[in-house]
Structures are given as structure tokens and as C-alpha cells.
């Protein structure tokens, strides 16, 4: 009894001081992160108590105001990210179980009494997963927070690109299937400063993102490629571009202007529906060259929907699916009997994770992984 009250307030203390907010102030804190997502407050990575909330500055230097860019989320996260996981949120726990067996051994061979992070926790399925360690964990969408709340794990709602923890506090992190819902290089490049920032010298961070390279080449056919028009619009170069006000929903931008994008599709119909007739194009000159430039526009395709189906009963639970439809966010398909929801995918070429990683001078790269369709790093803090 007495290891276990021992072990308990250790935790508690541990959490806490990650935060550097005192115990009572848990209530405001849940509060605080709650409303986070909506109003784009900035949370200092060091502050403490009521400084953990940045104030607005009248001035703004270049550096400012480019990590200012950097944290402000773009539309189409807001919009294929983050209110399409708070809508499928239930459906989506239900079917996030099973534990990857590489990440499962990376947290079980980590050392006794560790304080783990896990950024992008979802419903959780990784936390307390290594019981002689001690996990937090958060997530950008309310509801799937709330379902680890449920689980009594300790959790809360933050933004995986400005994190709301005090510097080098872990021993370790894990942002599992994360970075490929942002939408810019910065933006993937901060979350990952941010992981490095959180853990202490010689702490380990494990990311796993889905890969361009997929084991089963038959999902890039249900897939819906963005049209480089649709990226710029809603993403811009590098920091999050103005939307139009004219272009509120996804068949408003037209996607046939592009004929790289346009003879992917045609391609990937033919190689879907008739592999022999596409096979025997490449015996002539011309045919050959299409076939080999169509191939590598598949290739180079990084950012893609990939649709959600919440089946009609699991939809009526919640109100958020006739929002959705209403609103052009989701659509139905009597056919499969569900709604249907887009989120927005970058999936990752190989080597990309780690030129993201080689300007950052505080870490070093201890492993790098091909799994189940996912590319995976696992860096280690030097200083």
C-alpha cells in the first residue's frame, strides 16, 4: 500500500510540475485547453501558473511573427482534422485497439519510473501501456480527450505544435500517426521541436507517419489526390495562405484544370479496372512515355482525403453528422449505409522524416523503420 500511494504521488507531482500549474488549478487548466483549439491562444513552453497563457504583443519581430504563422492552424486542418475527429470520435475509439508491436516495445524496454508523453494520444491506447511507467498524454480533439478522461488517464487538450509542457520534463515521447494531419513542413518541423524540446538530455522520441510507400497500393485508388491549386489555396508555400471567401467547400475549386491530377485518376482506374489493357500500352512509344509519367505523378502525390465511413447508426448518436452535412463537411453513401468524411493526409516519402530532423543540432537519429505502411524515426535528445 505504501508503494502504491508512493508511486501515485509521484505521478501526480510529476504531472503537474510538467505543467507548472499547482493541483488545484486543474480545473482551469482542463477549461483553458478546452477553448485553446478555437481562439489560436499561444501557450508559452516555459512559463508557469498564469503566464502559461501568452499575452498578444503590439510588436512583432520576423521571428515572432513567423512562429506566430507556424502556430496559427490552418482552415483545411481546422476543417478535414480536427472537427472530423471530434465528429467521429466514439466510432474511431471503437476500432483503435490493437497496439503496434514496434511501438509496444519501444515503451516496454524503456527504464522503470519514466515519464512518457504521448502527443496525439487519441483514445489513448498506448497510455499506462508500460505499467512500472508513467504516462500523460494529449490530443487536439475534445471528445477523444474525453474518452481517455473516462480511463481515468491523465490527459488533456493541446495543440501537437505548441505543447503545453515545461522543457526537458520527460524521459521520453511518442507522437504516433501525428504529423501527416499538418499541413506545412514548418508546421511538421515545429511539432517535432516540440517533442525534443519536452524531453530532458538523453530522452528518446519515437514518430511513426503513414507512408507515400504503402504495402497495399489498392488504398491509393481510394484515396482522393488535392489538386496542387487545392494545396496552395488552403495551405499556401510554407506558412497557412487567406482562403477565399468564395471557395468554402471542396467541389468549388476545380480540380480538372489540373491534368497531371486528372491523368492519375484515369490511370489509376484503368490499372484498377482493366491492368492487362494498361500493361499493353506500354509496348508503344508514346503510350510508355504516359504510362511512366502517370506513374510518377502517383508517386509524387503526398497529400491526399482519405475518406471516414460512420455507419448510419453510429452517426445518429451524435448531432455533429448533421451539422457535417449540412454544412458540405461529410456526405452520404446509402449504398454503404454511412456518412462520409474526409480528413486531410501529407503522407511521407522515404527520408523525409529525417531531412526534417537534419537541421536540429540537439539530437541525433538512433533508428529509423519501415512498418505496416508507416515510416518511423526514433531520436534521442544529446542536449
Known sequence: MIITFLRQNRFLSATWKALCVPTSSSAWLSKTYSTMREDNSNVHSS??????IQKSASTCDDEKCSSRNVESTPEIEKKYVHRVYDAIAPHFSSTRFAKWPKV??????????????DAGCGNGKYLGLNPDCYFIGCDISAPLIKICADREHEVLVADAVNLPYRTGFGDAAISIAVLH???????RKRAIEELVRAVKKGGLVLITVWAVEQEDKSLLTKWTPLAPKYVEEWVGSGSPGVRSPSSSILESIPETDDRSVESTREFEANM??????????NHHGEDDEMALRQEKNIKDQQEYFVPWHLPYHRAEVSGASMTALASGLAKKDDKKGAVVYNRYYHVFGEGE???????????IVVDRFYDKSNWCIVLEKTY
Not at 108 to 114: I, V
Not at 272 to 281: D, G
Open 272 to 281: 484498377a479496372t482493366n491492368p492487362e489493357k494498361t500493361q499493353n500500352l
Open 104 to 117: 509496444a516495445t519501444f515503451l516496454k524496454t524503456l527504464p522503470p519510473g519514466s515519464l512518457i508523453l
Open 353 to 363: 522524416l529525417e531531412r526534417l530532423v537534419s537541421g536540429m543540432d540537439n539530437i
Open 47 to 52: 512559463g508557469c501558473g498564469s503566464d502559461l
Open 181 to 187: 494531419h499538418l499541413s506545412t513542413e514548418n508546421r
